[in-house]
T-cell receptor
Framework: GAGVSQSPRYKVTKRGQDVALRCDPI?????LYWYRQALGQGPEFLTY????????KSGLPNDRFSAERPEGSISTLTIQRTEQRDSAMYRC???????????FGPGTRLTVT | AQSVAQPEDQVNVAEGNPLTVKCTYS??????LFWYVQYPNRGLQFLLK??????LVKGSYGFEAEFNKSQTSFHLKKPSALVSDSALYFC???????????FGQGTTLQVKP
């Protein structure tokens, strides 16, 4: 079956621009997670949803970052007024239940110039 | 606070020899523990998990892990390493109060022919 998909796979943007990263979870998965991963490091939690409800956004670095999952399926992570320090791999994951194993997408590589 | 430690940045083993990748954790409450593997330029793949029950859990590709509550460890093992096992391995933890995963910093496994 289809796994988690993310788009775009690569995004290059200029400092100060807004970007929207999309995640399409495995069909029927209740929970959806966003992580950020620096090269050679473990993923760092950003936020997660159960259905359309945002359960925990404690990992979002500042108020330039926001996420939504309005219909309990596809999710969008938005970064406003991007800065160079936002450059990273952004990974989405989904799970069939809240504390189950998470299945990761291929990630979006964001580069802010 | 919850944390995961992977004390070895790199583990080197010869093909056919047993391998161990170490992980220790700190959590208040019962731990939910996971191992993931990341191949170069690929996403994270789920290997195995411990939620409750038998302390020895078996996962994909012949890997297993042993949960040790007294030593707060969850080491990943395989009886006979393959060159194709060479990758970056992450241990991860959640407490069960939240779905978010806390990842270790990762251990690079190098299996030489």
């Amino acid at each position: 079956g289809a796994g988690v998909s993310q788009s775009p796979r690569y995004k290059v943007t200029k400092r100060g621009q807004d970007v929207a990263l999309r995640c399409d979870p495995i069909s029927g998965h209740v929970s959806l997670y966003w992580y950020r991963q620096a090269l050679g490091q473990g993923p760092e939690f950003l936020t997660y949803f159960n259905y359309e409800a945002q359960q925990d956004k404690s990992g979002l670095p500042n108020d330039r970052f926001s996420a939504e999952r309005p219909e309990g399926s596809i999710s969008t992570l938005t970064i406003q007024r991007t800065e160079q320090r936002d450059s990273a791999m952004y990974r989405c994951a989904s799970s069939s239940r809240e504390f189950g194993e998470q299945y990761f997408g291929p990630g979006t590589r964001l580069t802010v110039t | 606070a919850q944390s995961v430690a992977q004390p070895e940045d790199q583990v080197n083993v010869a093909e056919g020899n047993p391998l161990t990748v170490k992980c220790t954790y700190s959590v208040s409450g019962n731990p939910y523990l996971f191992w993931y593997v990341q191949y170069p330029n690929r996403g994270l793949q789920f290997l195995l998990k411990y939620i409750t029950g038998d302390n020895l859990v078996k996962g994909s590709y012949g890997f297993e892990a042993e949960f040790n509550k007294s030593q707060t460890s969850f080491h990943l093992k395989k009886p006979s390493a393959l060159v194709s096992d060479s990758a970056l391995y992450f241990c991860a933890l959640t407490s069960g109060n939240t779905g978010k995963l806390i990842f270790g910093q990762g251990t690079t496994l190098q299996v030489k022919p």
